[in-house]
């Protein structure tokens, strides 16, 4: 039956015989206690032939193959199926991750990593598929592939490696928040989200009101940047940096509800026992003068 099917194939084109050729000498070579089962072989071989017979197959129906020969054992017909696809038109980054994971079926690790290897100096980054691919995690723990990795992070994640995203971070936590007189005033999380990015945060007062905002560096002005809005409609705008004293931002508050905005500014200073002082204030005269708007204390939840 498998030379008959690469005697409809042979005047096809080399693709077809060379792939055929590979089954073939699968096919003969299967024991009951081997990694591909004739049925599999013969249901890849049909696949083939019918592929060829199209005249339209795509590369992903090639590819599909390829996969399909790999998760069968047969690293041959994997391989030859990939060049089909490939000549189709299949992406370079699918093909490379193919090929690596052909590689790692083929028990040669390194070359699974050189592939990687060649993908990244092209411009491929993409951590997490590598993470989320049960064949190319595989590689964790060899010592190129997790050098490889850490390279591509440095890319892929570059506010988690970046000077200056970190000079708020002793504000991340779950929060307590008490008035300077001890009356509590309610809890807060803030979290560091996307890689490092920006940090969030989830404000609920003890009257159950709500606000949150988003802080991260701007780099193109080098400021530190927070927008707020509560349910109420407050709007806070403000922009700063580090100093002595800690985290200080200016900008403007505005009201929704009434449609008056204000100079503002915030301080948040790291204390000696592990607190955080948050110290606001508004001006009612350009920055003339300023009053409290609020202060609060943060202890870190036990």
Avoid at 76 to 83: M, S, T
Avoid at 128 to 139: C, E, M, Q, R
Avoid at 213 to 227: E, K, M, R
Wanted: with cysteine; charged share 20%.
């Amino acid at each position: 039956m498998h030379q008959n099917a690469c005697y409809t194939v042979r005047r096809r084109n080399k693709w077809a015989v060379a792939l055929c050729a590979v089954l073939v000498a699968t096919a003969c070579s299967v024991t009951p206690t081997g990694k591909v089962q004739a049925d599999v072989v013969d249901s890849i071989m049909s696949e083939m032939s019918r592929l060829e017979k199209s005249g339209s197959a795509s590369a992903d129906q090639w590819y599909a193959l390829s996969v399909k020969a790999r998760e069968a054992g047969d690293t041959g017909a994997a391989r030859l199926a990939l060049e089909r696809a490939v000549s189709k038109g299949l992406a370079p980054v699918r093909a490379g991750i193919e090929r690596s994971r052909q590689a790692v079926a083929l028990n040669d690790p390194q070359a699974a990593i050189e592939t990687l290897q060649s993908l990244f100096e092209q411009g491929f980054n993409a951590v997490g598929v590598l993470n989320a691919d049960p064949v190319i995690s595989s590689l964790s723990g060899q010592s190129d592939y997790d050098e490889l990795i850490a390279s591509m992070s440095l890319q892929a994640y570059p506010c988690a490696h970046t000077e200056g995203f970190a000079d708020f971070d002793f504000w991340l936590g779950e929060w307590d928040v008490h008035l300077a007189d001890g009356t509590p005033a309610g809890s807060n999380i803030i979290e560091r989200e996307e890689r490092g990015c920006v940090l969030i945060e989830h404000w609920t007062s003890t009257n159950g009101g709500t606000g949150m905002s988003i802080n991260y560096p701007d780099l193109a002005s080098d400021d530190w940047v927070q927008t707020w809005i509560a349910e109420g409609g407050t709007q806070i705008n403000i922009r700063g940096g580090l100093s002595n004293e800690g985290m200080a931002m200016v900008g403007t508050i505005h009201y929704v509800a009434n449609g008056t905005t204000f100079p503002f500014r915030g301080l948040w200073t790291p204390l000696p026992d592990g607190r955080v002082r948050q110290f606001f204030e508004q001006s009612s005269d350009e920055g003339g003068t300023w009053q409290p708007w609020f202060e609060g204390f943060y202890t870190r939840k036990q």
